[in-house]
Structures are given as C-alpha cells and as structure tokens.
C-alpha cells in the first residue's frame, strides 16, 4: 500500500519544483554555494540568483582549509593546479601547535595516518608498548605527512597506498578574496546571475512565514522559493527576518575576538597552517604565495584590543600589508539551520574559532547534505529536521574536538589557560576521554570530521597518554616489534626521497609545468 501511496505522493508533489534559488551574500560561503548549486541542479530548470553587496565586503579572513577541499574543487569541476596558481596557495599537510602544552612545546596535527598495526591492534598501542620500555621516538616520525611538513617537502597521495604509512592527504591555503572571486567566475560562466545591492527588507508569507522576497536599496525586489542566506555574521534571513536563536557556546570556547594582519612573505612557505598558544588566545600563521595571513584570536575577558594586537604585531615575520582588521564572533550556532525555506551557510548559521580551520569545510558538507535532502516548493519540514539534526552534531563534534585543545594545556598560573583547562568537558568529550585513557580506544561518532589520528595526534601532542597500552600489543616480542619500525622509518624516507621541495612544486605550478 506504501509503495502506490508515495508514488502518488512523489507525483503530486513534483508539479510544485523549486523554480528559484536565491543565494543572500557574496563571501566564500556564497559563492561556494552558487558554484556547487549550479552544478549538481544542472539538470533541473531553475535559476540561482546571488544578492550581494561589494559596500559591505566580506569577512576577509578564512584561508586554511582541510582536506576535503580537494573534493570540493572536483565537485565543481575545478582544476586544483587552477586554484594553486588564481589563489596565491600553498599546501598545507597539517597544523603544527607551538606552545599549547606549555611553552617551548611544540607538535603536529597531521592529514595522515601514523603507522602501519598489526594482528588487529592498531599501530599506537605498539608505539606505547615501546615508549613503556623507554623508547621516546615521536609518534610523528611514522607519519609521511608529518614528515612531509616537518622537511618542507611535497609529494601527491597516492590513490592505493600500499598500507597504512602511505595514508595522508593535503589541503591548500589560499587568497579568501581570489578564491570568492575564481568561484565568482566560475558560477556566472555556469548561468548564475548576479545583483550588486544592499537587501533593506525581507518580506514573508502572511500564512506559513517562508521568505518571499527581499527588497534592494535600489527599490527592486527579488523573488525567490529557495533562500540560501550566506550573509556572514549578519545572519539577515535565518536570524533576522527568520529570528531562529542563537546557540552560545561561549562557556565551552571562550575566545570571542580576532585582529588579522596579513604581512610580506619570507621566501620559504611551509607547508603547514601553525597555531601559537598567547597569552590569552592564540595566533595563527598561514603561508600564501604573495604574502602571509597573521591573526591573533582571543578572549576579551583576559586581554584587552590593545595588547592582543600589539602581541600580532610584535609577532608578525614580515612587513603589515594592511590596517588590522578587528572581528568580534561566539562561538555557537543557530538553533536551526533550516528554518522553512531558509538554508544558513558559513557565518550566519554559526561559527567555530578556525584552530582547525573547520568553517569552509562546514560550507561545503552543508551544500552536500543539502542535495539529498533537496526539497520541492512545500519544504516539507522533516527535510529540514533531518538536516538540522545532522549540522547540530557536526558542530557538536567538532566543538569536542576544538575543547581538547584547551582542556590539555599544562600552562598552569596563567589566567586564561587555567580558566579554559578547568572547563568541564561536554559528555561526548568526556565519553571520548574515557575510552582513551583507560584503553586507548578512540569513540567514533557519527558525523565526526576528525577522525581517530586526528584525536590521537592531540592526545600524544598534549602527553595525555592512556593508563595501559592494548595488552594484545605484548604478542610481539620487543626487538621485533624495534625492527618493523624500523622498516617503517626506512619506509618512509624511501617514500621522502620522490618528494620535491614545496617552494620548487610552487613555482611549477605556477610556471604552468
Ligand atoms: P562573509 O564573508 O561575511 O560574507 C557575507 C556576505 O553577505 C557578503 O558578500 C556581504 O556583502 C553580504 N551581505 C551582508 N549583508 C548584506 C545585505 N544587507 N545586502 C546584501 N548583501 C549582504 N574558515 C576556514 O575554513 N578557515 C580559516 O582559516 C578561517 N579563519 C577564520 C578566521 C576568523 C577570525 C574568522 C572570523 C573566520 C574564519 N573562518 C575560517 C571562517 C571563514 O572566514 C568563513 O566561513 C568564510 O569566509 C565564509 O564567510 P561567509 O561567506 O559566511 O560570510
């Protein structure tokens, strides 16, 4: 009976397609969604409009990405040497963290796998079981992107690695405004039609309160059955017009302030974002081409504008190349992502400090997630649960993960660094830390982005290491166990020798060879 019924269903409300895509906002968030969209509705005949306004300007920062990126310029149909050259970029195989355990102390995230385990135990417990015996090489030397950083070296991944030491991927840094703007490109060339003007009012549906409409300072109006509102920390439609609330995290992540400076680069551009513990935040360095992006974000409750920008600029490694640009955020998220046919993406649905350059990355599942759950002019409103649902515990994960940084540091007397380790954790944090220190087992969740080597590498980085290692670790006799790391490391400095210098694929790429 359910099979005749939804068809009858899925007939009616066919007759009812979205005609109409209206994308509010023309930063990284818009335009991703204008290209993406242009792409995978194709086939469907609708059009996307962009409303944006160039006197109101972008947020300007946001340059690191992670590595689902990659995937992103496939899905658009974009030529990752294209990016590399029109943005300025470099590669980036991870995030070093200096200083956040204590001062002086450094280590790195990498976009890798470490080592390679045996008889179902994972590699980390036999890294343990030789650390116990005295052993204090790093876990970061079994891994090929680590290394790859560590030596300012680039190599592709592979498509089939031969097993685990041959796992790692890159992600890029680029121009935020040079990449707005090849997306900008891209999407016009793909049908998307473009409005310069500032929105002054949203208008609803008397009955059912969807957006109809917005007006432009111009006295045009816009009409539009899907709005997609990427109008940055403005939130005009979903917070505004929509008056979805706002989820405060703020009492899980305090920081609530950035100041960004981009400075002249050195000639040599690692290949890593790093992330410099302060005094009452943290700093964040990521290399372009033609320059480099410097921000300090930061806790108002324990520095104050001035010091935090003296501290960026004290700490700057090339010539200011701009005015500071001062931005105040929560961290949090709208309580619904999805509010009737509104879709928030990027910083009007909510943000997350960028220590793990998380943003973009949440554009882009947003738009993923968004086609199969695509809806027709009635927007059922249990498309819009399910996608909430989901965008709710990508934040949550993520947030988890964001927390660890802090809960771990061993800055102890330090007004800011005490406050932050004494947060409690959330009980998915909790449940998370649990399984690690008393076994070293990691908790997957769904919708988690980071996955275990990443939570493995905070652990290790902070020396927040369980009580015990797997006891099914001890079926390896120690010296056997000391020669396949060994062949490990031989491993990979086979591997490092086919790497070239980052700088040296650089100017390749750009010499267009
Ligand atoms: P915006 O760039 O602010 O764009 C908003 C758009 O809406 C603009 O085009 C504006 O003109 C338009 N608009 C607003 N109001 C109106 C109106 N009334 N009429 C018409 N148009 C309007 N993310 C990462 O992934 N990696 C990072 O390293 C990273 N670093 C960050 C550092 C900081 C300090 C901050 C705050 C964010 C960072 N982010 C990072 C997040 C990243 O910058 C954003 O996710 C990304 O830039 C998307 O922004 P957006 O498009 O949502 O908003």
Known sequence: TGGEGSLGEAKTQMRDPIRSIVIVGG?????MAATFLARRLAHLRLSITVVESSAIGTIGVGEATVPAIRDFFAAIDLGEADVLRETEATIKYGIRFADWKARGHDFFHPFGLYGVGAHGVAFHHYWLKLRAAGDTTPLGTYCLATQLAERGLFLPPVDRPANDLGVFNFAVHFDASKFAALLKRLALANKVAHIDARITDVARHGEDGRVTAVTLDSGARVEGDLWIDCSGFRSLLLGDALDVPFVDWRHWLPCDRAVAIPCTAAQVH???????????????????????????????????????????????????????????????????FWERNVIGLGLSSGFLEPLESTSITLIQSGLERLIPLFPDRACDPRLAATYNNQSVLEFERIRDFLMLHYSGNQRIGEPFWDHVRAIPPTDGLRAKLDAWRAAGEFVRREWDTFQDASWLSMYAGFDDLPARYSPLADHVADADLRDSLTRMRAAIDGTLAHAEPHAAFLARVHAGV
């Open 27 to 31: 930063g990284t968030a818009g335009w």
């Open 270 to 336: 690692r290949p890593f974002t790093t992330a410099t513990a302060t005094e009452a935040g943290w700093r964040w360095h990521i290399p372009l081409r033609h320059r480099v992006g410097n921000g300090h974000v930061y806790c108002s409750d324990f520095i104050d504008d001035a010091d935090a920008e003296d501290g960026l600029l004290a700490a700057l490694e090339g010539e200011a190349l701009a005015e500071p640009n001062r931005i105040r955020f929560t961290a949090g998220h709208r309580a619904r």
